[in-house]
């Protein structure tokens, strides 16, 4: 009984385990020397081949070899403009008697004397010289009446004894000053058609003035709202 139990607790030993190898280490391998240190401006004085130079100070901010930078690529809205500006001509400020009708479209048909006496029927029926030039261009296919006769709608009436006393744009100003005084009289606390007349009134004393230095209104004239009202009635 007792090798038994010698037996058993020899069996229940455990055998020492086996020292591990340490681990080999791993060689670091040698830094490669630099075969030759370049200067630090990077100009190499080896002779060899282009590319293995490195660029110069100039050549990295873009300069050239006189010290001058390169002119810019023009960029895309500066094409742009261009195209726009060659698109886009500007119509002749002086037509001569000798150009008249040169340059309109095909199928203009009306000659200069005949669109003058057009002007002058329109003008004696009432209307007036936007109305006329709206008339023209859509009615008798004439898109720009300078440029066949010659003279403007405002100058054709003058020299027939037509043209209105005061300006149409003039005209128009006054109207509606007169339009937002009878407005105000009924609605005083409408604030923004206060300032509407307010604009308007300051719009026709400037018109006027100008008017005077052209020569279009006489010296004497004045706008007040009692000869706005006698003239809109």
């Known amino acids: 009984m007792a090798k038994k139990a010698e037996g058993k607790k020899a069996g229940n030993k455990k055998e020492p385990k086996a020292e591990k190898e340490p681990k080999a280490e791993k060689a670091k391998e040698p830094k490669a020397e630099?075969?030759?240190?370049?200067?630090?401006?990077?100009?190499?004085?080896?002779?060899?081949?282009?590319a293995d130079e490195k660029p110069s100070h100039k050549e990295k901010r873009g300069e050239d070899a006189e010290g001058e930078k390169p002119k810019h690529k023009p960029k895309e809205h500066d094409a742009v403009e261009e195209k726009h500006e060659h698109a886009h001509e500007h119509k002749p400020k002086h037509v001569h008697a000798a150009e008249k009708g040169?340059?309109?479209?095909?199928?203009?048909?009306?000659?200069?004397?005949?669109?003058?006496?057009?002007?002058?029927n329109l003008a004696n029926t009432g209307h007036s010289g936007s109305e006329i030039g709206m008339m023209l261009r859509d009615q008798y296919g004439?898109?720009?009446?300078?440029?066949?006769?010659?003279?403007?709608?405002?100058?054709?009436?003058?020299?027939?004894?037509?043209l209105p006393e005061i300006p149409e744009?003039?005209?128009?100003?006054?109207?509606?000053?007169v339009s937002l005084k009878r407005h105000l009289a009924k609605n005083r606390k409408d604030m923004s058609a206060k300032r509407g007349l307010l604009l308007s009134v300051s719009k026709i004393r400037s018109l006027v003035k100008y008017y005077?230095?052209?020569?279009?209104?006489?010296?004497?004239?004045?706008?007040t709202e009692e000869n706005a009202a006698l003239l809109v009635k």
């Open 34 to 50: 630099k075969a030759k240190e370049e200067p630090r401006h990077g100009h190499s004085h080896a002779e060899g081949d282009g």
């Open 102 to 120: 040169k340059g309109l479209p095909s199928w203009v048909e009306l000659k200069p004397q005949e669109a003058i006496e057009a002007i002058v």
């Open 142 to 162: 004439v898109p720009d009446v300078k440029q066949l006769t010659g003279k403007t709608i405002d100058q054709i009436l003058r020299e027939k004894g037509l």
């Open 169 to 177: 744009d003039l005209m128009n100003l006054i109207r509606k000053s």
């Open 212 to 223: 005077k230095r052209k020569g279009r209104l006489p010296a004497e004239w004045q706008y």
